[in-house]
C-alpha cells in the first residue's frame, strides 16, 4: 500500500469512527434500532395471537359441525380424535406472550379472548388484546381493557 493510499486511510477511519460513536452510542442508531426490534417483536407477538384466535375458532367450527353444539372449553379440542388444534394452544397456556381462554361459549355462540401474558414483562407480550366470536371476525382493545363478556367483545374495534 502507498503512502498516499496510507494517508487516505488515517483520515478516513477517524471520521467514520467519530462518525459511529456519535451516531451509535450517543443514543442515534443502536437505539432506534433495539426500539424498532423491540417493536417488531411486539408486532410478531400480536399477529401471531391474531392466527392462533382464528385457528381455534376454525377448530370450534368443526367441532360444532360434529358435536352441534360449540365445546365449552379450548381444551375439548384437544379430546377429539385427532386432537382438532395443537396442544399447545390449550386454556391457559402462553404462546409468544399471550394466553388464550375462552369467556362465553353456548350452543350457538362463543367468544376466545388472546390477552396478553401479565406473568411476562411487557416488552415480550403485545399491546393489545384481541378477541373472536363466532362471526369470525377478530376485534382488539388496547391491553388494559378486560374483555369479560359478549357485549364488551361486540362494541370492540374490527381488524381487517
Known sequence: MGLKNLFKLSIFIPTLMLIFTNNVFAGGF??????????????????????????????????????QKYPKTINELLNTKPPLIPSYMGDGKS????????IVSGDNNYLIVASPDS?????????YSF???EDGKIRRAKKDISITDYEIAQSLELLE
Not at 404462546?95 to 375462552?102: D, L, Q, R
Request: proline share 2%.
Open 30 to 67: 443502536l437505539e432506534k434500532t433495539i426500539g424498532g426490534l423491540e417493536q417488531e417483536r411486539l408486532k410478531a407477538n400480536e399477529d401471531t395471537a391474531c392466527a392462533t384466535l382464528k385457528t381455534i375458532a376454525t377448530a370450534f367450527e368443526v367441532y360444532r359441525s360434529m358435536n
Open 95 to 102: 404462546s409468544m406472550g399471550y394466553k388464550h381462554e375462552v
Open 119 to 127: 406473568s411476562m414483562p411487557a416488552k415480550f407480550t403485545g399491546r
Open 131 to 133: 378477541c373472536i366470536m
